[in-house]
Structure formats: C-alpha cells, structure tokens
C-alpha cells in the first residue's frame, strides 16, 4: 500500500483507464473538430473535452507516482492542484 491507501496495480490500472477514457475523448474532439460550422458554433465546449483530458492525464500521473502527495504539487493544472491539495489538507486535519 502507499500513500493513498491503494495498491501499486490497482493504482496502475485507474491510471490505464483514465488514459484510456482521454483517447476516446480525444477521438471525439478531433471528430468534431473535423466540422468547422460546429468548431464556430461549440468551441467552449470543445475546450472543455480538452480540459477534462488534461485532467485525467494529470490523475494517471499522480496514480503512478511514487509518491502521490508530491506528484499532486506537481500537477501542471493549478484548479486541480488546489483542490486535490484541499483535500490532502483536509485529510490531515481530520
């Protein structure tokens, strides 16, 4: 076990499907893309499916670090960093 309660596999195994689940929503972004009427019309939402694979890249990352507390300062992404670093605080107050 480490940090965050979970064994190393499963930790990996999150990990694989939140990457899986990215390249699907990347797939589904360059499909939409393909149309530029719907890029005119939807490109907030089109950067939103971008955000949210960001995210996930960015929680596979913290999954397989060896040290997940350190990885979550790590994080690129500063809305998530700060929630995720919320949590830990809350965590350690509890």
Aim: glycine content about 6%; aromatic content about 0%; hydrophobic content about 45%.
């Amino acid at each position: 076990m480490n940090g965050l309660g979970l064994s190393h596999r499963l930790r990996a195994q999150i990990a694989d499907e939140l990457e899986c689940a990215r390249e699907e929503i990347e797939r589904l972004g360059a499909i939409l893309c393909s149309d530029p009427a719907l890029v005119e019309r939807h490109v907030s939402a089109l950067q939103a499916l971008d955000m949210l694979g960001q995210q996930q890249l960015a929680l596979a990352a913290i999954l397989r670090a060896d040290d997940p507390q350190a990885a979550i300062g790590d994080t690129p992404l500063e809305r998530l960093r700060v929630r995720l670093e919320s949590a830990l605080e809350l965590d350690c107050g509890s």
